[in-house]
């Protein structure tokens, strides 16, 4: 056991009003380390007094916040920034812990994550109203954007220190205060931000952070009277029962929901390059990525030679606990996602495809599921056409463009899509008519602080990053006023 492998995992606790709140009589969950089953802490459950203080700080807190210049919001979320890359090794060995990446993929998720932070802080300076010119010399138009209020956020387990991180710096840089929800799976990532936020000087309240039962407590956050928005990333059938009860309160909602991207690699493409980069993608996180290319389609003269590269490159992978250096890949996050992956596999195995590698979880401890290329999967197939979130790469072969645009549309999906091919003219033409929030070709350019990330369809209404990340936040004001 190495030195990292050694230190102890950091206690954990809710935020609330400023104070770190622990156990204390409160009902608790265990915290399991998805590759050897063992229990890595103690997670306290919010109770509904918990709950009441959460809204009122973030309630009291906000009156203050969304007078708080940009400049000092933005001070405090660059100081977050700072503190997130000073202490990255340290918050990446606990996220590998609890949640079961690599540790380098740990790494890169907490320095992305202060990327998102910086970003936020220079943009947050710039959400600009505007001046209309008016009908009369002694009018003054003008459109004014505030914060929306006090929003309460749930954030997913298989990036839970980038998706909490950029749901608090969305909320706070735009002046709203927020309660929030991370995932209970892999908390660690969420109570070292609270730390930071807290070290970084937010004033009390601005941010709360509680655990519990996710249906309970999105249940009563949404129904508050006090909460304005509602911010989720999860699966489309949660993101949809949240949305229609957010709708029922008249509340704005951001949902970054589920996707089943497709790839379409033509016969032009580079098929080396290709195969090289989508069998990284795939393997990224043991494949439970929203935006994680997952229906294959390849072009019926390159079918051979594509699914030959990628499946080398793919089943290369080493599994193993995400601390051990030689680990390419760690264990999904939780048994339940094993046992959805066997039942893909039986399911288009029934239906005619071929397992060219994988297939079967892997008899040892932890949930640790291999690489599994699937050949000539048909589009009936459960793996083809529901989001499979873990390292499964179905390939169907295509003859004509505007019959794999139709395969790929075909789905309620619409996250992430992915092209390759050297000709411009079918880049612009397959991009123009993907049904989808975001288009990659002949490389990954998805994610990005800068970018926006989002879904059309059932993946999801709004974005996260980019300058439309504040659109949810805020509210718009006509203010028209006779100067004379
Ligand atoms: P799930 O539907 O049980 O849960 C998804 C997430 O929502 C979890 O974090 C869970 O804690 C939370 N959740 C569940 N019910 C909730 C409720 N009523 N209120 C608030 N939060 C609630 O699925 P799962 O097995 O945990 O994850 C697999 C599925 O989740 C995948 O199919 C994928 O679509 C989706 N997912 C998507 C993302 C993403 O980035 N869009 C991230 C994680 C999971």
């Known amino acids: 056991m190495n030195v990292i492998q050694s230190a102890p995992y950091s206690a954990l606790s809710m935020y609330i009003g400023g104070e770190f709140v622990s156990e204390n009589g409160r009902k608790t969950e265990p915290v399991f380390n998805p590759a050897d089953d063992t229990v890595l802490g103690n997670l306290p459950h919010a109770t509904t007094q918990d709950l009441d203080r959460a809204l009122d700080a973030a309630s009291r807190a906000f009156d203050k916040w969304r007078w708080t210049s940009p400049l000092e919001r933005s001070r405090i979320l660059r100081r977050v920034a700072e503190l997130i890359r000073e202490r990255a090794n340290v918050i990446a060995r606990d996220l590998t812990r609890d949640q079961g990446k690599p540790l380098s993929e740990s790494v890169n998720e907490v320095y992305s994550a202060a990327d998102h932070a910086e970003w936020h802080a220079e943009e947050g300076r710039r959400i600009y109203g505007r001046v209309i010119p008016s009908r009369s010399p002694s009018v003054r138009q003008a459109v004014v954007r505030q914060p929306v209020g006090v929003c309460v956020a749930f954030a997913p387990w298989n990036f839970p220190f980038n998706q909490t991180l950029r749901k608090i710096s969305a909320a706070l840089a735009a002046g709203c205060t927020l309660v929030i929800k991370p995932a209970e799976d892999a908390p660690s990532a969420a109570v070292a931000l609270a730390k930071l936020f807290h070290e970084a000087g937010l004033p009390h309240g601005c941010l709360n952070i509680v655990w519990g039962v996710p249906a309970e407590i999105s249940d009563y956050l949404i129904r508050s009277p006090i909460v304005r928005k509602i911010s989720f990333t999860g699966s489309i ?133 291999p690489p599994t290329v699937l050949f000539e999967a048909t589009d009936d197939s459960k793996v083809m056409r529901d989001e499979p979130f873990g390292p499964i790469a179905p390939i169907a072969s295509f003859s004509d463009v505007d019959e794999v645009v139709s395969r790929a549309n075909a789905l309620p999906y619409g996250l992430a899509s992915y092209i390759f091919t050297r000709s411009l003219q079918t880049s612009h033409y397959v991009s123009a008519r993907l049904e989808a929030g975001m288009v990659s070709v002949n490389h990954f350019g998805i994610a990005l602080p800068e970018t926006p990330l989002g879904g059309v369809k059932d993946s999801g209404i709004g974005s996260e990053g980019g300058s439309e990340t504040f659109d949810a936040y805020v509210t718009t004001k006509f203010i028209s006023e006779e100067t004379a």
């Not at 066997?342 to 994988?358: H, P, Q």
């Open 237 to 369: 059938p949660v993101g949809k029962q949240l949305a229609a009860l957010a709708g029922a309160h008249m509340k704005r909602v951001t949902m970054e929901l589920g996707g089943h991207s497709p790839v379409i690699v033509f016969g032009d493409a580079d098929v080396g390059r290709a195969a090289a980069l989508l069998a990284k993608l795939k393997a990224l996180n043991a494949g439970q990525v929203c935006m994680a290319p997952s229906r294959f389609y390849v072009h019926k003269t390159i079918l051979d030679e594509f699914t030959e590269a990628f499946t080398k490159a793919f089943s290369t992978q080493v599994l193993g606990d995400g601390l051990d250096q030689t680990t390419t890949m760690g264990p999904l996050a939780h048994k339940r996602r094993v046992d959805a992956m066997e039942l893909l596999v039986a399911d288009a195995r029934n239906r005619g495809a071929s397992i060219v590698t994988g297939g079967e979880k892997l008899p040892r401890s932890g949930n640790f599921f």
